[in-house]
Nanobody
Framework: QVQLVESGGGLVQPGGSLRLSCAAS????????MAWYRQAPGNQRELVAT???????DYADSVKGRFTISRDNAKNTAYLQVNSLRPEDTAVYYC???????????????WGQGTQVTVSS
């Protein structure tokens, strides 16, 4: 049993910042890749950022220089620091993790329920 829970979303003004958190729990042996996606109403789910277990990161062009993904392996938690927010960043932000569970193979992806980020004046 593996669960992901996002938190940290909210309503902010343009130019504001938030720190989103994604906490994984359950029968986790190792988490290989953690990622943040977002989805606005009527849009496809979009990959925002990824981070490997050793800390290698990748970002969508639309968020480079504004968002930072990080992780704490000891806590099985990923973060997304979102700065210089724009109205077009408004979306539900979802955490995704590729997890190797105890006594289970292969690894598989898990999704959180999402946290709403709304950027509006």
């Amino acid at each position: 049993q593996v669960q992901l829970v996002e938190s940290g979303g909210g309503l902010v003004q343009p130019g504001g910042s938030l720190r989103l958190s994604c906490a994984a729990s359950g029968s986790i042996f190792s988490i290989y890749v953690m990622a943040w996606y977002r989805q606005a109403p009527g849009n496809q789910r979009e990959l925002v950022a990824t981070i490997t277990r050793d800390g290698s990161t990748d970002y969508a062009d639309s968020v480079k220089g504004r968002f930072t993904i990080s992780r704490d392996n000891a806590k099985n938690t990923a973060y997304l620091q979102v700065n210089s927010l724009r109205p077009e960043d408004t979306a539900v932000y979802y955490c995704n993790a590729n997890v190797q569970a105890w006594a289970a193979r292969p690894s598989r992806d898990y999704w959180g329920q999402g946290t709403q980020v709304t950027v509006s004046s």
